[in-house]
């Protein structure tokens, strides 16, 4: 009997902010791909909802608590390829006028310096699988402004010259660098900014039809499988009825 050749060694893709929305949609669509997935967020509940749908693994992560990132870190392999800086998100929409410290902090510690974080501690695996890739979720909102988003683009716009900046720092090395830039995805994103009011969420998207989840996770995962030497450096998606933070199309009920 002819010897058959091992099965290739799937690549392995941590997953930030897998726990709803994007995150988790972009973890089930690699596993469906065939990337080991290693998904984390703070709700380990919807984590292991996640792991027993994809067969992903999963672990604990909250990219604010610097020990939170150690032990997530120190659950993965020594080589990865790619990392999906997903976890963050906004927190409130008062005018600058009435800026709210808290939000803002949290705001920045999440998309920035958790983005910060995760790269910086897998940079030298990625580096080591000799072809590495950090996927960076960032959003319009870091090319654009709209009244009330000032704490939300102000970190947004942070974490893009984040992304840029690394493309430069990393030049020659065999790591690629892609931002991934949605408008209006209907997720928990909104839930989430308005303190868990529900109808005050789901009049953002009244009258439009957003994006979803998976068609995030899709252009994450058609950029993560061009040919080694394509780096896309960004993407930016909108649904239709969306030219703009402020333009949006909305069809009267
Ligand atoms: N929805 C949109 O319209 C939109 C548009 C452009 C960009 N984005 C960006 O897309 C990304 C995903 O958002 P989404 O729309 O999918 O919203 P979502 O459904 O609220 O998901 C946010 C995810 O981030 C995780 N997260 C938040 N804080 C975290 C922390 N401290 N540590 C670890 N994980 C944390 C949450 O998990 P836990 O709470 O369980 O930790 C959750 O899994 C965000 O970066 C957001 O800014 C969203």
Redesign the pocket.
């Known amino acids: 009997m002819e010897p058959t050749a091992p099965a290739a060694t799937p690549r392995v893709a941590i997953v930030?902010?897998?726990?709803?929305?994007?995150?988790?949609a972009t973890a089930a669509a690699l596993a469906a791909a065939g990337f080991d997935v290693r998904a984390?967020?703070?709700?380990v509940d919807?984590l292991a909802e996640l792991a027993g749908r994809t067969g992903c693994r999963f672990a604990p992560?909250?990219?604010?608590e610097p020990a939170s990132v150690a032990a997530f870190v120190a659950t993965l392999p020594a080589t990865v390829h790619l990392l999906v800086n997903?976890?963050?998100?906004?927190l409130g929409l008062e005018p600058v006028a009435e800026a709210n410290d808290d939000f803002w902090r949290r705001m920045y510690?999440?998309?920035v310096l958790?983005t910060m974080r995760l790269t910086r501690a897998l940079l030298p695996r990625l580096l080591a699988s000799g072809d590495g890739h950090v996927v960076n979720?960032?959003?319009?909102?870091g090319f654009e402004t709209y009244p009330g988003g000032g704490g939300y683009t102000a970190a947004?716009h942070a974490e893009r010259a984040l992304t840029r900046t690394l493309r430069l720092e990393l030049l020659g090395q065999p790591v690629r660098i892609t931002e991934i830039?949605?408008?209006?995805?209907?997720?928990?994103?909104?839930?989430?900014r308005f303190a868990g009011d529900a109808e005050r969420a789901a009049g953002v998207y009244r009258g439009l039809e957003?994006l979803t989840?998976a068609d995030?996770a899709d252009c994450i995962l058609w950029a993560a499988t061009r040919p080694s030497h394509v780096n896309i450096d960004e993407i930016v998606v909108r649904p239709r009825d969306q030219a703009s933070a402020v333009a949006v199309h909305r069809r009267p009920r």
Do not use: C, Q, W
Request: glycine share 18%.
């Open positions: 930030t902010g897998a726990s709803s929305g994007i995150g988790a984390g967020a703070r709700r919807r992560l909250d990219v604010t997903n976890a963050g998100g906004a510690e999440t998309n958790g979720v960032g959003s319009i909102a947004k830039a949605p408008g209006l995805v209907e997720t928990e994103f909104s839930l989430v957003p989840a995030v």
